[in-house]
C-alpha cells in the first residue's frame, strides 16, 4: 500500500488520509512522503555534481533516521508560496568600507569581497556577525545594531516588491577576528572584484592584476599568487582540473588547479572580458566588445559566439548541462541563446539599467539578475517571464546577485550586502538545513 500511496501527487496524498483513520496511517507515513518529497524537490538536484554548484544548499535537510517528511514537504511548500509572492526579509551586512563587489555563500557562511581590499566571512544564520576579514585590516568601525524597521520602502517603485522586515545587524566583528598579516604580503594590494570558494580552496581576484587561491580548510590561509595578467582580474571560476580567470587585458588564463601553472591562453576578445563561466572542457565568457564566447580549453580554440545585439556584455551564466547560455550587459537585456546551436532563444527584460550580475539556479527553475538601476529581479527560467521585482532594497547598483533554495544575496556599491531571506521567521525552517 506504501508502495501504491508513493505514487500519488502531494494534494491526492493528502486527500487519501482523509478517506479513514486506516488510509490516514498509511498516507501520512514518513516513507510514504519521504519518497513525495524528494521527487518534488530532489531529481533537478543531481546537477550538484557540478563542482560549482557543490557549495549551493539544496534546501533537502539532513539525512536524519524519523525525519519529518511530510511537515518539510509543508514549509518547502510555504517557502515555494513566499518566493511567488516576493515575500523576504531585508538583512543588511555591514562592514565593508567601499563598494562590495562580489559575492558566494552556502548554508553556514556568507563570502563578500570589496573594493577596500578585503575578503569577509559572514555567519549565514542569526546573528549574521563577520566571522574573519581576511587582508589589510581596515580599522575599526562603529556597531550599527541591531535593530529592526517594519517595511522600510527606501527607492522602492509601485511595482517593486519591499521587504516585509529589515535587520541591520551589528557591524562590528568581535575582536580578533581581522587576519594577521603575512610579512610576505599574502593578500591583494587592491581591490576585490571575484571570488568562488568549494569546500577545499577560495580563489579571488582583484585589480592588481593577480589572483590568491587559499585553501578554505586551513583557515583560509594562502597557497599560492597566479600572476599573468596585464590588468585587473575581473572574473574567476574553477572546477576539479582548471582554474579559469579573465581580465581587462582582454584574456582569459587557465591554470592548474593543482600545481597553479598557466595551462593555456585564450585570445580573441576585443575588449575587457567581465565574466567567464566553466564547464566540463567549454568556457564561455562575455565582453565589453559585446561578444559571447564558447571556448574549447583543450584546443584553446573559440568554437562559437554569441553577439548582443548593442554595446558590451558585462555577465554570462552557462546552464548546469552547457546547453543554454544567458549574457546581459549594457543594453539592458538578458540573452538567452542555444549553446549547442547559437541561436538567440529568448530575450528577457524588465530592466532599467546595465545588467551587471546573473545567477542561473537550475535547481530551482529561476535566473536572478542585479543591475545598476539598483534592483534585482527574478525571471521564471523555462518561460523568461518577470516573477519577482526587488528594486530600493539598497541606495547604489546592485554589483552581485546569486541564490539557493532559500534566499537571495546581492551586493552593492554602497558598501553592503543584503540578504533576501524568503525563509525569514518560517516555523520549521530549520528542516530544510542541510
Known amino acids: 500500500m506504501a508502495q501504491v500511496l508513493s505514487c500519488l501527487d502531494p494534494e491526492s496524498l493528502m486527500s487519501a488520509e482523509a478517506v479513514s483513520h486506516a488510509w490516514r496511517n498509511e498516507a501520512s507515513s514518513r516513507h510514504v512522503w519521504r519518497t513525495v518529497f ?43 508560496h513566499r518566493w511567488k509572492e516576493g515575500e523576504a526579509a531585508a538583512i543588511y551586512l555591514q562592514g565593508h568600507k567601499d563598494s562590495v563587489y562580489c559575492v558566494q555563500f552556502d548554508e553556514h557562511k556568507i563570502i563578500t569581497g570589496s573594493r577596500d581590499r578585503t575578503i569577509r566571512v559572514w555567519n549565514a544564520h542569526y546573528p549574521w556577525q563577520c566571522l574573519k576579514i581576511i587582508g589589510p585590516p581596515p580599522g575599526d568601525s562603529a ?40 610579512e610576505s604580503g599574502d593578500y591583494h594590494s587592491a581591490s576585490i572584484l571575484c571570488l568562488q570558494f568549494d569546500d577545499e580552496i577560495m580563489v579571488t581576484g582583484s585589480s592588481d592584476y593577480t589572483c590568491i587561491v587559499w585553501d578554505v580548510k586551513n583557515d583560509y590561509k594562502a597557497i599560492r599568487r597566479l600572476e599573468g595578467h596585464r590588468a585587473g582580474v575581473l572574473d574567476v571560476c574553477f572546477d576539479d582540473r582548471y582554474i579559469v580567470s579573465c581580465s581587462k587585458d582582454t584574456t582569459i588564463c587557465v591554470w592548474d588547479r593543482r600545481t597553479g601553472e598557466l595551462v593555456k591562453k585564450l585570445l580573441g576578445h576585443r575588449g ?53 547560455i544567458l549574457a546581459g550587459g549594457n543594453d539592458q537585456v538578458i540573452y538567452q541563446f542555444d549553446a549547442n546551436t547559437g ?78 531571506d524568503f525563509g525569514h521567521g518560517l516555523d520549521g525552517i530549520e528542516l530544510l538545513e542541510e
Open 272 to 324: 575587457p572580458v567581465n565574466a567567464v563561466q566553466l564547464r566540463g572542457d567549454l568556457v564561455v565568457s562575455a565582453s565589453g566588445d559585446g561578444v559571447a564566447k564558447l571556448w574549447n580549453i583543450t584546443s584553446g580554440l573559440c568554437i562559437k559566439e554569441f553577439p548582443s545585439k548593442d554595446r558590451g556584455l558585462a555577465c554570462v551564466e552557462f546552464s548546469e548541462d552547457a546547453r543554454t
Open 143 to 182: 556597531g550599527v545594531g541591531p535593530n529592526v524597521l517594519m517595511n522600510l520602502t527606501a527607492h522602492a517603485s509601485e511595482k517593486s516588491k519591499a521587504p516585509v522586515v529589515t535587520i541591520c545587524p551589528p557591524s562590528k566583528p568581535t575582536a580578533g577576528l581581522v587576519a594577521p598579516l603575512e
Open 343 to 420: 541561436e538567440l532563444v529568448n530575450e528577457l527584460k524588465g530592466h532599467a539599467g546595465l545588467v551587471r550580475s546573473l545567477h542561473l539556479d537550475d535547481m530551482n527553475n529561476r535566473i536572478v539578475s542585479g543591475s545598476y538601476d539598483m534592483s534585482v529581479k527574478v525571471f521564471n527560467a523555462t518561460t523568461g517571464d518577470l516573477s519577482i521585482n526587488m528594486g530600493g532594497w539598497t541606495t547604489s547598483w546592485m554589483l552581485s546577485a546569486k541564490s539557493d533554495y532559500r534566499r537571495i544575496v546581492a551586493t552593492s556599491q554602497d558598501s553592503r550586502a543584503v540578504i533576501m
Open 38 to 80: 524528494r521527487r518534488e524537490y530532489g531529481p533537478r538536484r543531481q546537477a550538484e555534481s557540478m563542482t560549482r554548484r557543490k557549495t549551493q544548499s539544496a534546501g533537502l535537510g539532513k539525512t536524519l533516521p524519523d525525519q519529518d517528511w511530510k511537515r518539510m514537504f509543508m514549509v518547502r511548500q510555504a517557502l515555494e
